[in-house]
């Protein structure tokens, strides 16, 4: 887990430098791709991290509890008059 918050606050600097970059013609091209081309090496290495660490025995839509033993929205004691 501690891998995933470098790479983020990673991705977070380097695009920051990406949005910073002054508008005038000191801009080089090619510093933008290059920084362009890390923010999505970056993402690549975050999403490759987190798919690692996913537990396999469960699907992350996978509801939390069962709905089988009946209607959740009715009071404990069974009465349906509030």
């Known amino acids: ?9 990673a991705i977070t600097a380097v ?3 990406l949005i910073v970059l002054p508008g005038y ?7 933008v791709v290059a920084l ?11 999403w490759l991290m ?3 660490n996913l537990p396999t025995s469960q699907a992350r839509t996978a ?3 069962s709905f089988q033993d009946g209607d959740l929205l ?3 004691d069974g009465d349906d008059q509030l």
């Open 25 to 31: 013609g000191e801009t080089k091209p090619s510093m």
């Open 74 to 76: 009715s009071p404990p």
């Open 36 to 46: 362009g081309f890390c923010v999505l090496a970056l993402a690549g290495a975050f």
């Open 1 to 9: 887990m501690q891998i995933q918050l470098v790479l983020l606050t």
């Open 50 to 52: 987190r798919n690692i």
């Open 15 to 17: 695009a920051r430098k």
């Open 63 to 65: 509801p939390t509890r």
